[in-house]
């Protein structure tokens, strides 16, 4: 198993920046990919970023240029650089862990606003 814990949520002005963090323990030795999903108000669930081990990068495009993903691997932990927020953009964030592409394992989610 492997337990997710997310950190970094919350209110920001439209154009602000945040940083969400989440921290991967137990037996995060067989996880390859981390990443973030969200789901905003009345959608579904969509992908926002994903990076390997090795440093390979996946990001939806509407995040693409705004948003930065990146990952300690010794200290077990991926980390989302969100700048330029859009009030789209409001939605409760989820980390998520895998062998592959596909997540495996999901945090609780933190919330993230963008509001004036």
């Known amino acids: 198993q492997v337990q997710l814990l997310e950190s970094g949520g919350g209110l920001v002005q439209p154009g602000g920046s945040l940083r969400l963090s989440c921290v991967a323990s137990?037996?995060?030795?067989?996880?390859?990919?981390l990443g973030w999903y969200r789901q905003g108000p009345g959608k579904e669930r969509e992908l926002v970023a994903q990076?390997?081990?090795?440093?390979?990068?996946n990001y939806a495009d509407s995040v693409k240029d705004r948003f930065t993903i990146s990952r300690d691997n010794a200290k077990n932990t991926v980390y989302l650089q969100m700048n330029s927020l859009k009030p789209e953009d409001t939605a409760v964030y989820y980390c998520?862990?895998?062998?592959?592409?596909?997540?495996?394992?999901w945090g609780q989610g933190t919330q993230v606003t963008v509001s004036s």
């Open positions: 998520n862990a895998g062998r592959t592409w596909s997540p495996d394992y």
């Open positions: 137990g037996s995060s030795v067989s996880i390859n990919a």
């Open positions: 990076i390997t081990r090795a440093g390979s990068t």
